[in-house]
């Protein structure tokens, strides 16, 4: 019995060679939490670097969003003249006033007075407005994004061109659509398509700082702002009226497209799409044939 448990002692002995290398194993392999431990490691460290990155690029987006401003609001109106600041306040000063019968429709008389001459002015509704391109029987509808501004520009080129706005209101020209586009409601999407693509801001009334300083005024960023500022340093009589004059290309320019493309009232989106993308041109050759 004694040899027995000598020999049970002798293999469970924690000595030399004779314990088996199972039991020589920690319960935690030593190698395997090693692992562990390195990939946690790279992971916090990955976590710290998307963290950092993500630190530096919003650093990065409020340094541009800073410099943007500064270059809006101080850099570029430095660098604008008298003349430009002037204009260019004058202009948006105008833009985002509502069209009020009350006070308006005197120039509403004015623009029937000057597509139908030959025709005695008609208080109120009457289908007669729908021979001039607006959608319903009184324009006051028609307005909304134009504005005011819009039935500016409409009296502006019936005053100032009769003949190509005779063209344009009454299809004179070309081979036409059966379901032409509408003249004026037309004139009212020029009007607001401007003011986007010259990226031109309506003046908050209420802000006397604004109203009182034009230099406040945020100057246009966009390519064909910055084309039209440009018109707005010419020394001239057309360039006083530079968003009208520009308004009366833009309208040729629609008309001139809608008859190449052979449209319908159905593609006039697709239509003044091209027209703004033709925009810059516009005022380039514009400008040059003024200087």
Not at 24 to 30: G, H, K, N, V
Not at 66 to 80: D, E, I, R
């Amino acid at each position: 019995m004694k040899s027995v448990l000598r020999q049970r002692k002798k293999k469970i002995a924690p000595s030399g060679g004779d314990v088996s290398p199972s039991l020589r194993e920690s319960l935690l392999d030593r190698t395997e939490s090693g692992s562990d431990f390195e990939e946690d490691e790279a992971s916090a460290k990955r976590c710290q670097g998307t963290v950092f990155q993500q630190t530096l690029s919003y650093i990065t987006y409020l340094v541009e969003k800073v410099a943007v401003y500064l270059n809006t609001y101080l850099g570029s109106s430095k660098k604008l003249s008298e003349l430009q600041k002037k204009r260019l306040f004058d202009l948006v000063s105008r833009i985002g006033v509502k069209y009020e019968q009350d006070k308006h429709g005197a120039v509403l008389k004015k623009l029937w007075t000057l597509a139908f001459p030959d025709l005695p002015f008609v208080e109120g509704s009457t289908k007669q407005w729908q021979e001039m391109g607006w959608q319903g029987n009184h324009p006051s509808s028609d307005f909304r994004g134009g504005g005011f501004l819009a039935l500016e520009n409409l009296v502006y080129f019936a005053e100032c061109k009769p003949l190509a706005f005779q063209r344009l209101c009454f299809k004179m020209q070309g081979v036409r659509s059966d379901w032409e586009y509408p003249f004026a409601a037309a004139g009212v999407n020029i009007t607001f398509m401007l003011t986007k693509c010259l990226d031109l801001h309506e003046v908050d009334r209420a802000d006397k700082d604004i109203c009182s300083t034009p230099m406040l005024l945020p100057p246009p960023s966009t390519t064909a702002g910055k084309m039209f500022l440009k018109l707005l340093d010419v020394e001239s009589k057309r360039a006083d009226h530079a968003f009208e004059e520009i308004f009366c290309e833009t309208f040729e320019l629609l008309d001139k497209i809608w008859l190449e493309e052979k449209a319908d009232y159905m593609q006039f989106p697709a239509v003044m799409k091209k027209v703004e993308e033709k925009l810059p041109a516009l005022l380039k050759q514009y400008t040059d044939s003024i200087i």
